[in-house]
DNA sequence: ATCCTATCCTGTAGGC
DNA sequence: TGCCTACAGGATAGGA
């Protein structure tokens, strides 16, 4: 179930490690994730070079030159493979036999990307540049928790009158990008924040613990390279240890 | 407008 | 050991 740390580690593996290349090749399997893989996508991307992997809440985008980026998801199981030439031999190399790989990509020096979704509840769309703050997945995202640190006084104004638990507030994507169940959990108990409790109903202090504990928690996940229940993995196939430090999530 | 429920999907934990 | 069922949950459509 990756949430923001763990999109945030696979961002900045794939930072450090794709951004430059140019991609000789692609493949999709014709699979339906949420929403179709465009057929188009290899002939799109097909020689461009990536410039940027940047993260809004739990979204990835792979910024290309020629004014498209690679919009995707993790869904619950989505993970991307990556190994460069010429280690060859590692256990962690994409390998031929894998299923639920629904994207292939092939750089110039020969060095795989796939795209490996168990569970097909991923995305995976390219989108002009220019038409992403029109994007429906990404149109009604709120502010995201590490880029823009929330405040008490910003939560408490926009939970007003809310009657939904206060978990379920913190999960909705309207309000914050990126929190799921296993940071909701530990960022409510570290605050001392029954999750059931009306999101409405609390106040201004409260909220200010919520909004403390949110970066603490995020940022120390990420440290961590995120929490590996099942299937979240790195760009190299491990898995984060946060999951250590959880005090109530499961 | 807000809230809730069902749906998508496969791997796997747990019961017997 | 193996079969079966229930469950996991991010996003979202549709109903209340």
Same mark, same amino acid.
């Given at each position: 179930?990756?949430?923001?740390?763990?999109?945030?580690?696979?961002?900045?593996?794939?930072?450090?490690?794709?951004?430059?290349?140019?991609?000789?090749?692609?493949?999709?399997?014709?699979?339906? +994730?949420?929403?179709?893989?465009? $057929?188009?996508?290899?002939?799109?991307?097909?020689?461009?070079?990536?410039?940027?992997? *940047?993260?809004?809440?739990?979204?990835?985008?792979?910024?290309?030159?020629?004014?498209?980026?690679?919009?995707?998801?993790?869904?619950?199981?989505?993970?991307? +493979?990556?190994?460069?030439?010429?280690?060859?031999?590692?256990?962690? $190399?994409?390998?031929?036999?894998?299923?639920?790989?629904?994207? *292939?990509?092939?750089?110039?020096?020969?060095?795989?990307?796939?795209?490996?979704?168990?569970?097909?509840?991923?995305?995976?769309?390219?989108?002009?540049?220019?038409?992403?703050?029109?994007?429906?997945?990404?149109?009604?995202?709120?502010?995201?928790?590490?880029?823009?640190?929330?405040?008490?006084?910003?939560?408490?104004?926009?939970?007003?009158?809310?009657?939904?638990?206060?978990?379920?507030?913190?999960?909705?994507? $309207? *309000?914050?990008?990126?929190?799921?169940?296993?940071?909701?959990?530990?960022?409510?108990?570290? /605050?001392?924040?029954?999750?059931?409790?009306?999101?409405? /109903?609390? /106040?201004?202090?409260?909220?200010?613990?919520?909004?403390?504990?949110?970066?603490?928690?995020?940022?120390?996940?990420?440290?961590?390279?995120?929490?590996?229940?099942?299937?979240?993995?790195?760009?190299?196939?491990?898995?984060?240890?946060?999951?250590e430090k959880l005090f109530v999530y499961d």
């Amino acid at each position: 179930m990756p949430e923001l740390p763990e999109v945030e580690t696979v961002r900045r593996m794939l930072a450090s490690h794709v951004t430059g290349r140019v991609v000789q090749n692609a493949r999709v399997s014709g699979a339906k +994730l949420r929403g179709a893989v465009p $057929r188009t996508l290899p002939l799109k991307l097909r020689g461009r070079r990536i410039l940027d992997v *940047r993260r809004h809440g739990k979204y990835l985008l792979l910024d290309f030159d020629g004014g498209l980026t690679l919009l995707f998801h993790l869904g619950m199981s989505g993970r991307w +493979l990556f190994y460069p030439e010429p280690d060859r031999r590692s256990p962690n $190399r994409p390998d031929e036999t894998m299923k639920h790989v629904h994207a *292939r990509f092939v750089f110039a020096d020969g060095s795989p990307l796939w795209f490996q979704d168990p569970r097909r509840f991923g995305l995976l769309r390219v989108v002009p540049r220019d038409r992403l703050a029109r994007d429906p997945s990404l149109a009604l995202l709120g502010p995201d928790p590490v880029a823009e640190p929330p405040t008490g006084a910003a939560l408490v104004a926009s939970a007003r009158g809310a009657k939904v638990a206060v978990k379920n507030f913190l999960i909705d994507q $309207r *309000r914050i990008a990126g929190v799921g169940n296993i940071y909701a959990s530990e960022i409510l108990f570290r /605050a001392g924040i029954d999750p059931r409790r009306r999101a409405g /109903a609390l /106040a201004l202090a409260e909220w200010d613990r919520v909004a403390r504990e949110t970066v603490a928690v995020l940022n120390e996940a990420i440290a961590r390279f995120g929490t590996t229940f099942s299937a979240y993995r790195t760009l190299w196939n491990e898995p984060g240890t946060y999951g250590e430090k959880l005090f109530v999530y499961d």
